[in-house]
T-cell receptor, first 114, second 110 residues
Framework: NAGVMQNPRHLVRRRGQEARLRCSPM?????VYWYRQLPEEGLKFMVY????????ESGMPKERFSAEFPKEGPSILRIQQVVRGDSAAYFC????????????FGPGTRLTVT | SQQGEEDPQALSIQEGENATMNCSYK?????LQWYRQNSGRGLVHLIL?????REKHSGRLRVTLDTSKKSSSLLITASRAADTASYFC??????????FGAGTRLTVKP
């Protein structure tokens, strides 16, 4: 059973471009969480999704950021018109249905905005 | 991928007691972080301790770090029912290379 996959592992974008980060949860997992980590800081929760539903987006910036978890395919975190301050590591985690106290983390995507 | 290993995997205590959770890791780190996860929620950052620090406090939380033993502990004093959650440690080896343990499930009985 492969772990949580994220791609790309490293992404470089110029200011104003769009960034798309993908997260494939572990097989059988229907819950996905996205986190952002700035250098030397802890993870900050962004959004929690179940298949086709956003459950909690209290940590998402109001503008330019969006997330989805379609019925088929990976979860996508989309950042439009990136700015330098978006440079960070973005981690996703998944958990199985009914196991609300478990999270399994992916290796992260390192976004650099130039 | 999981690197840090928390123990115990599950801990059940009475309200008012102290709870201690441990985390061991394998590689050199820049810092170690502890997180809490309440039921069905995302992780909440509790404390970050750097590799050159030995102890840190935040309210009822006390974290220690022993880099020679590659281990850390999280102590919650005077526990409350609301402390019931899973607690995760995460090691940051730099360049945002973070690894999480599988967590300790803490139950505090009223």
């Amino acid at each position: 059973n492969a772990g949580v996959m994220q791609n790309p592992r490293h992404l470089v974008r110029r200011r104003g471009q769009e960034a798309r980060l993908r997260c494939s949860p572990m097989k059988g997992h229907s819950h996905v969480y996205w986190y952002r980590q700035l250098p030397e800081e802890g993870l900050k929760f962004m959004v929690y999704l179940q298949k086709e539903n956003i459950i909690d987006e209290s940590g998402m910036p109001k503008e330019r950021f969006s997330a989805e978890f379609p019925k088929e395919g990976p979860s996508i975190l989309r950042i439009q018109q990136v700015v330098r301050g978006d440079s960070a590591a973005y981690f996703c985690a998944s958990s199985p249905p009914g196991q609300v106290y478990e999270q399994y983390f992916g290796p992260g995507t390192r976004l650099t905005v130039t | 991928s999981q690197q840090g290993e928390e123990d115990p995997q599950a801990l059940s205590i009475q309200e008012g007691e102290n709870a201690t959770m441990n985390c061991s890791y394998k590689t050199s780190i820049n810092n170690l972080q502890w997180y809490r996860q309440n039921s069905g929620r995302g992780l909440v950052h509790l404390i970050l301790i750097r590799s050159n620090e030995r102890e840190k406090h935040s309210g009822r939380l006390r974290v220690t770090l022993d880099t020679s033993k590659k281990s850390s502990s999280l102590l919650i004093t005077a526990s409350r029912a609301a402390d019931t959650a899973s607690y995760f440690c995460a090691t940051d080896a730099g360049n945002n290379d973070m690894r999480f343990g599988a967590g300790t499930r803490l139950t505090v009985k009223p």
